[in-house]
């Protein structure tokens, strides 16, 4: 039994709710929970003459689910000066949606910074058992914070529900590493939480849902999720790893001494681990390639690739956490690099399926790569990259451990018996 919420005038309450979690291989659709829901709409005109929506009382249905304070207010929506213009509602899930990256992102979301003045949005946010009173609290500064793109919030702890035709699903939440724990048997409990999510989005989300994939060990675990959805195309699953360009391209403009939107082209190959390659070969500044403006080819080839690995521990020892702003800044840019056409010339990195790849590296594994994109949502990888022995030997030292990782959760992709043999821990210093 999981908790749901039932807000009413007296506050709210929880009460038991059925948790459903189906793991056949074709899952069924599992009787849906109640979820708590919160809805808003916006009176263009009126806000825009004294920047007050005016409220119309309704009476709600008897069917309609119960939702969370201002959320319960049906606006006036007949004039059309600005609502005319917007798009259809979008929906993103946000799981982890309690915790400190997502206390970051999320109003970002809801503001409008990620998919435009234009879009609005509704957040299905998904929690536990333990953090569901926070997840209520989230709830509370979402509706405190008078966003008129937000027009719906709903928390739950049950995918099933809170993935509902959902547009977008932003993977945050997993299980963090434990004193003592093997790399292998992170792969093996967060394997399943995505396996079980991965399963969910099958049977509920949108046939075209976008898949954003960030708790760790985020390559193998988006390779989880896809297997386990294949009603959704492989192609829209991505594994972050925008956190790890940004920091290549950060040390970059250090060294070459320019501010980091002179810096392009920068690509971070691989596994989201310390055998990840950020590529000094096809970046540029300032329209030149980098060993053009930076002629110190010992630094390239060994400091800026460790600065950028070891960016997340040292930011652990000053700051005392690990890195939530910035990893939910990361997960803003790679969204709108998917959804905002990529300038002529320019690419990005995220983690993507390799299967039809270009570049020789094994199919059938998550691998991080250069992409384009029109702003349609969907990616091509990047056609013109040079490649070098240097860069391709540290990409093959990726692909064998993501190889190697793809063996330890074959027990979760469908594909036999699990055989775990990971030479060494390349687990990034943020995340022990």
């Known amino acids: 039994m999981g908790l749901s919420t039932v807000y009413s005038p007296a506050g709210p309450r929880l009460v038991p709710a059925p948790l459903g979690r189906c793991r056949s291989a074709q899952p069924r659709r599992p009787r849906r929970a109640p979820l708590a829901t919160v809805r ?60 400190m990256i997502s206390n970051h992102l999320l109003f970002k979301l809801a503001s409008g910074e990620v998919f435009g003045q234009d879009q609005p949005i509704a957040l299905k946010l998904l929690g536990s058992e333990r953090s569901f009173q926070a997840l209520e609290g989230v709830a509370m500064e979402l509706e405190d914070s008078l966003y008129p793109l937000l027009r719906e919030v709903s928390i739950g702890i049950d995918p099933y529900v809170v993935f509902q035709d959902v547009d977008w699903a932003l993977l945050i939440g997993a299980k963090p590493r434990g004193p003592g724990m093997e790399r292998a048997a992170l792969l093996d409990i967060n394997g399943q939480i995505f396996a079980d999510q991965g399963k969910a989005l099958n049977a509920v989300a949108s046939r075209n849902a976008k898949v954003l994939v960030v708790g760790n060990p985020c390559n ?81 080839e060994e400091e800026f690739t460790l600065t950028v690995q070891k960016r997340g521990g040292v930011l652990i020892q000053k700051w005392g956490r690990s890195s939530a702003a910035s990893t939910a800044v990361s997960i803003v840019d790679a969204i709108r690099s998917l959804v905002t056409p990529t300038p002529e010339g320019d690419w990005f990195s995220t983690g993507v399926y390799t ?42 030292k990726s692909e064998a451990e993501l190889l190697a990782e793809k063996k330890c959760v074959a027990h979760l992709t469908g594909e036999g018996n699990a055989f775990c043999d990971l030479p060494e821990d390349t687990m990034l210093p943020g995340e022990v």
């Not at 606006?75 to 000066?81: F, G, N």
């Not at 299967?355 to 091509?380: H, L, Q, W």
């Not at 990888?381 to 070098?388: E, F, K, N, Q, R």
Request: proline fraction near 4%; glycine fraction near 6%; hydrophobic fraction near 40%.
């Open 40 to 99: 808003c709409s916006v009176d263009a005109t009126k806000q825009a003459q004294d920047g007050v929506a005016t409220a119309v009382a309704t009476e709600a249905p008897a069917s309609r689910k119960e939702c969370f304070g201002v959320f319960c207010t049906t606006y006036d929506l007949k004039a059309e000066d600005k609502t005319k213009s917007w798009k259809k509602l979008v929906n993103v899930a946000v799981s982890g949606a309690a915790g």
């Open 220 to 300: 193998t675990n988006a390779l989880i999720c896809l297997k386990n959805a294949p009603n959704i195309p492989a192609k829209n699953f991505h594994a972050l790893t925008r956190l790890d360009e940004n920091r290549a391209k950060c040390q970059l403009a250090l060294k070459a001494g320019v501010f980091y939107d002179k810096v392009s082209n920068v690509t971070i190959w691989g596994n989201h681990s310390t055998t990840q390659v950020p590529d000094f070969l096809n970046a540029k500044i300032d329209g030149r390639p980098v060993k053009e403006v930076i002629k110190d080819t010992k630094w390239l």
């Open 355 to 396: 299967t039809g790849n270009p570049y020789g590296i094994a199919e059938d594994i998550v691998f991080s790569m250069p992409c384009r994109s029109k702003g349609d949502g969907d990616y091509e990888l990047a056609s013109d990259v040079l490649m070098d022995d240097f860069l391709w030997e540290r990409i093959k």
